[in-house]
């Protein structure tokens, strides 16, 4: 399975978000918090849902209850994927 | 080159603008930090509750209560609580000297920046609001649940009596209405692959439902003298700028409670008229957040602002939070205001605060595999965030809530 990457998270969130291309915030600053990044808890419920349906890996929302930014979502995924 | 959003990449220099959240932005102790370390900001609220009499005295004792009687979203707390809130910060910054160019208030927030903006005095504002909440607790029981889908895609999906009560973001849409059609709707929702999460509320704001009380609250506010405002606003209602009219007819102000609040579309209005700096005047930082993926806050023309933080920070943080924000609006804290009544480390942390020297957590978490980190950093991090940004859906949105305190399975808008 491919690893995630920013720019992966970035294109699922903006989709989630209903914002055009011009939205580079993630790539850009990965370790601001997502609520500074304009992504509240619906946001990213609906972000997980998404990133669950298309790589096909189950985790619970309690796994990503200390997940605080983009850098940080993408590496605990990525360490999902090398562990399945 | 500037970065998104950043609070601290503010241009100061910009039109300030103040967003006034309404019902889902309320927590358990919001403001609470402040009233104890602000006199200034304690006296203002505590007008507002001495104008409310028994009622604001039972308010205010719950308000700071470890275990209050009533839970803070229900509408006699969430509502009176929102607006004085609003208010006494807007009144705050007005005394410090900033002048908003313009206001956009959110739900309950647009009568908080009504009585800012002069077109209903403080004593009118509070009686029609006491009489409002005592009417709207007795409509029967429901709730708000926020879709992330736009208000085209909601649409079809609402059962009878479920209504569209906010359009809060182009794919963040609010639905109301009676705790069984409500999950119904949010069901169907969920089956088609459609997020959906409660919002702090027990009453279906912004819903049919409440259409029995509006005639009644039409006539509270009847007596009530109204006036055109003296500082621009945006109507959440129409997204548009808040007429002579409109303003001092009872009728605009009683069909808010059943008419959906369009906050994205009137977002999109204040901007048109230019680059602003926006300023969350009340709990938390729902209404920023939102205003932060507009492609002109995105670009850096527009800056946001929030004067309490986020609600995860606690009580404990507000006085920090608001005097960096002071400091951020070149605004001064008057003396007397931040140091009568401190103590001598907390004045000294305020300054702390005002002078930059601290108020940004550090940067963590590089190149760490989060799956394996140590049960102890965890732990600081818990600390540090204790509901984290991602919470568990609740899969019964009907059902009486959590104490909110938990945040479990809710958002705040």
């Known amino acids: 399975m491919r690893q995630m990457t920013l720019r992966d998270l970035q294109d699922i969130m903006r989709e989630c978000a209903g914002e055009d291309e011009s939205a580079q915030s993630i790539e850009e600053a990965p370790d601001e918090s997502f609520a500074d990044l304009g992504y509240d808890s619906l946001a990213l419920l609906e972000t997980q849902s998404r990133v669950k349906r298309e790589y096909g890996v189950e985790f619970s929302e309690d796994d990503l209850a200390d997940i605080t930014t983009p850098r940080e979502f993408v590496e605990f995924f990525n360490s999902l994927l090398l562990a399945a | ?413």
């Open chain 2, 1 to 413: 080159m500037t970065t998104p959003g950043r609070e601290t990449a503010v241009p100061h220099e910009l039109p300030p603008a103040l967003l006034m959240p309404g019902q889902g932005a309320q927590y358990p102790g919001m403001g609470t930090g402040l009233y104890r370390d602000l006199p200034g900001f304690a006296a203002i609220l505590d007008e507002v509750f001495d104008l409310m009499g028994p009622a604001g005295t039972e308010l205010r004792s719950d308000w700071l209560a470890a275990d209050p009687a009533l839970p803070m979203e229900h509408v006699l707390r969430s509502q009176p609580l929102l607006f004085a809130i609003d208010y006494a910060l807007g009144r705050l910054l007005t005394g410090l000297g900033l002048r908003p160019a313009v206001m956009l208030g959110h739900s309950v927030g647009e009568l908080a920046a009504a009585t800012l903006a002069g077109v209903v005095d403080l004593r009118g504002a509070v009686r029609f609001l006491l009489r409002r909440v005592s009417h709207l607790a007795r409509v029967p029981e429901g709730g708000m649940v926020a879709v992330a889908a736009s208000r085209a895609e909601v649409t079809p999906y609402l059962r009878p009596e479920v209504d569209i009560g906010a359009v809060n973001a182009p794919r963040q849409t609010v639905i109301a209405g009676p705790g069984p059609a409500l999950a119904a709707t949010a069901d169907a929702l969920r089956q088609a692959g459609v997020t959906c999460a409660p919002v702090f509320s027990l009453t279906p704001f912004h819903s049919n439902v409440l259409a029995p009380v509006v005639d009644v609250i039409r006539r509270a506010l009847a007596g009530t003298p109204l006036r055109p405002p003296e500082i621009a606003m945006i109507s959440g209602y129409t997204a548009r700028r808040l007429t002579d009219a409109e303003a001092v007819d009872p009728m605009y102000w009683a069909r808010h409670d059943t008419d959906p609040v369009l906050y994205w579309p009137a977002l999109e209005s204040l901007l048109a008229t230019g680059p602003h700096l926006m300023i969350e005047c009340g709990p938390g930082q729902g209404l920023t957040t939102l205003a932060r993926r507009h492609p002109d806050v995105r670009s850096g023309r527009c800056g946001v602002l929030s004067l309490l933080g986020p609600p995860a920070s606690g009580p404990g943080g507000e006085a920090g939070h608001f005097a960096a924000a002071v400091a951020r609006l070149g605004l001064r804290m008057p003396r007397g205001t931040v140091e009568h009544g401190c103590s001598a480390v907390r004045q000294a942390r305020l300054h702390a605060y005002a002078n930059g020297e601290c108020g940004r957590r550090p940067v963590g978490g590089h190149l760490r595999a989060r799956v394996l980190a140590a049960s102890e950093d965890r732990d600081q991090r818990r600390a540090r965030h204790p509901h984290g940004y991602l919470r568990r859906v609740d899969s019964h949105p009907h059902r009486h809530p959590d104490p909110p305190h938990r945040g479990r399975g809710h958002v705040h808008l």
